[in-house]
């Protein structure tokens, strides 16, 4: 198995589980109803400022969401107690079980692991930037959360991967669930020094 590949026992998932109740409970928390009108306000300014063009806003909200993982990493490592990633595979349950449910409350699975160990799919459930939520036939290639997609990027480049991450799947979409997918492109070796 390739370096960055380890495999999580059943009692180190249920620790990052426990781990991420904790971080949930250190960190500031706004009433999820005005966190959430409020993304769906920033969303439709952008789809008028835009023209509808929905290609547009999603590479918006990836920018954002990129933004706002490399400052969210910082209160991550200081608030969430979660170990340090030694490689991919324990950077995708530390996002999953730790990241997911100390910064929108929810955790998420990790399903879908290639066989060389460099690409994975988080599984959301629920996902609360779609509550209140019902998107509309003309937004159909509107991937509404795409936030995530840059947060998770923005903040796995902070700590050593150079990922990319997209949407398979969406509730708002018809969907069972939300999914996204995330692929490891480039290990940043300069930036492991930092963790060593």
Not at 73 to 101: H, L, M, Q, W, Y
Not at 129 to 148: A, C, D, I, R, T
Not at 161 to 185: I, P, Y
Request: glycine letters at 6%.
């Amino acid at each position: 198995q390739p370096e960055f590949f380890s495999v999580r026992t059943m009692a180190q998932t249920k620790t990052l589980i426990r781990q991420g109740d904790r971080a949930f409970e250190k960190v500031d928390k706004i009433n999820a109803e005005l966190f959430t009108m409020s993304y769906g306000a920033l969303v439709t300014q952008l789809l008028k400022d835009s023209n509808g063009d929905c290609d547009a806003v999603n590479q918006q909200l990836d920018s954002i969401g990129y933004k706002i993982g490399v400052r969210l990493i910082d209160e991550f490592i200081a608030k969430s107690s979660a170990p340090a990633c030694r490689n991919f595979t324990d950077t995708a349950e530390v996002i999953a079980k730790v990241g997911f449910r100390m910064f929108l409350g929810v955790t998420a699975t990790v399903q879908g692991w290639q066989e060389d160990g460099r690409q994975y799919s988080l599984i959301l459930d629920e996902n609360p930037l779609n509550q209140f939520v019902e998107l509309p036939e003309k937004y159909k290639g509107l991937w509404y959360s795409n936030v995530l997609v840059g947060v998770v990027k923005g903040a796995l480049e902070q700590v050593m991967f150079k990922v990319d991450c997209k949407f398979e799947r969406d509730a708002l979409r018809g969907d069972d669930s939300t999914e996204l997918k995330v692929t490891l492109q480039e290990v940043l070796r300069e930036n492991m020094e930092n963790f060593d």
